[in-house]
């Protein structure tokens, strides 16, 4: 009997131990490569190459949208690595606008300070190297220690930052040549469960036309106005307020933007790796890698919706009123991470870097905002703590009618479903 109870014992004490040294052994890798990314980037190298850069910002400073890339529906094969900012338009082109009248930020300074912090290829080869190492660590984890919560949670976050890695590939902006970008997307496009080339599609238009009413833009996560909710027949009011209300909004949106939304587009994207996953290392493991992709789903949702999504935000009425810097100053957050969260993050948190100049990548952006920031240049951004992050999580709907800023220059503001508005669960 004492036999029989010591071996009845020894798979849970296994399953203690297991579990501890997955925890320990996480915390490790996360630590020797954020040590070891930082001794081994170049932070001194400033790239010269921005012929196509200046070309674009010439066109576009002067409102020649026929021959902008971003605009003229050009392949993106064919596209230059153009920049996604103009000068700040006129006083009177802003008339009605939040913009202020006089714009703090200086573009030629900015441009300077973007330059700066171009694509490196010694860098870009370390910051890969790590992604690929985070995502066989992540998977090394759940294999072994049979889809242990916290490593599904690993590879989910390692997924996010193989996502932010193919994000900045398709922007041009990972590698100094387009071709090794290009190469990359496509690469990385069946580790993410998105095609390339409709990622590409949708994505431009976000940067080209973010903070416009007349435009779709795919990204954002507020659709409608307490008004417009208010005018709908109940079955939509209710089926809007059971779907978007935030507990069940991320992961749902999670599973239906990077699993279901368009299979005859993103079928093969979503099938391949998993299958290999399954014939290699088992069907446990399998389960394991799906439920991770449907967490780094769920999180990449909740990003978006705060990257765009805190008060106030910026939406104007059509293309006249807007401006390209505002939407990015202004339209854009700043939610800066602590370690270990910034290692999977890979800098999308500073999203006004990014809308300002997408050339800027993910494992220079940091380094580009805290110069930016001795400069004085972000005082117009709103920079997001984590309660205001966690508050603006739930905001689910425009509040009144106003979905854009008014003749008067009121902007719109975000408001949150009851009970969370009645426990203040949202940006205020």
């Given at each position: 009997r004492s036999k029989l109870k010591l071996?009845?014992?020894?798979?849970a004490n296994m399953g203690r131990v297991s579990s501890g040294a997955l925890f320990l052994w996480i915390w490790l890798v996360a630590v020797l490569l954020d040590r070891g990314f930082e001794a081994f980037s170049n932070d001194g190298r400033v790239l010269a190459h921005s012929v196509g850069h200046d070309r674009a910002f010439t066109v576009l400073a002067a409102g020649n949208k026929r021959h902008c890339s971003l605009c003229s529906g050009v392949p993106q094969a064919r596209r230059q690595r153009t920049t996604r900012i103009r000068r700040h338009e006129s006083q009177k082109s802003?008339?009605?606008?939040?913009?202020?009248?006089?714009?703090?930020?200086?573009?030629?300074?900015?441009?300077?300070l973007f330059a700066k912090h171009r694509a490196d290829n010694r860098e870009a080869t370390a910051s890969l190297g790590m992604t690929i190492f985070l995502w066989v660590a992540g998977l090394a984890s759940v294999h072994l220690s049979g889809g242990h919560w916290a490593a599904i949670l690993f590879l989910g976050l390692s997924l996010i930052r193989c996502f932010i890695v193919f994000h900045d590939a398709a922007h041009l902006s990972f590698f100094e040549d387009g071709n090794s970008n290009r190469l990359l997307a496509r690469i990385l496009q069946w580790f993410v469960n998105y095609n390339y080339r409709e990622w590409d599609r949708i994505h431009v238009s976000h940067h080209s036309h973010l903070g416009d009413e007349t435009v779709k833009d795919n990204s954002l996560t507020v659709f409608f106005s307490e008004q417009q909710l208010a005018e709908f027949?109940?079955?939509?009011r209710l089926a809007h307020r059971v779907i978007r209300d935030p507990l069940l909004f991320f992961p749902l949106a999670g599973f239906f933007v990077f699993f279901i939304n368009k299979p005859h587009i993103h079928g093969p994207q979503r099938v391949l790796v998993p299958l290999i996953v399954w014939c290699i290392l088992g069907w446990q493991t399998f389960i394991g890698y799906l439920a991770a992709a449907w967490v780094a789903g769920?999180?990449?949702?909740?990003?978006?919706?705060?990257?765009?999504?805190c008060n106030t935000p910026y939406r104007v009425a059509d293309k006249s009123h807007r401006s390209h810097l505002d939407a990015a100053i202004l339209g854009s957050t700043r939610i800066p991470l602590?370690?270990?969260l910034s290692l999977f993050s890979f800098g999308i948190e500073y999203h006004h870097v990014h809308h300002l100049d997408t050339r800027v990548p993910g494992y220079r952006i940091q380094r580009c905002d805290a110069e930016g920031l001795s400069r004085g240049f972000w005082r117009r951004v709103d920079t997001v703590s984590a309660g205001r992050a966690f508050r603006s999580l739930f905001h689910t709907q425009f509040e009144g009618s106003r979905r854009f800023i008014d003749e008067n220059g009121v902007p719109p503001r975000f408001k949150s479903f009851w009970p969370y508005s009645a426990l203040r669960l949202q940006d205020t």
């Open positions: 071996r009845t014992q020894e798979p802003l008339q009605g606008s939040v913009a202020v009248a006089d714009p703090i930020e200086d573009w030629g300074e900015l441009k300077r027949p109940w079955p939509l769920a999180l990449g949702v909740a990003a978006f919706h705060l990257q765009h999504g602590s370690f270990p």
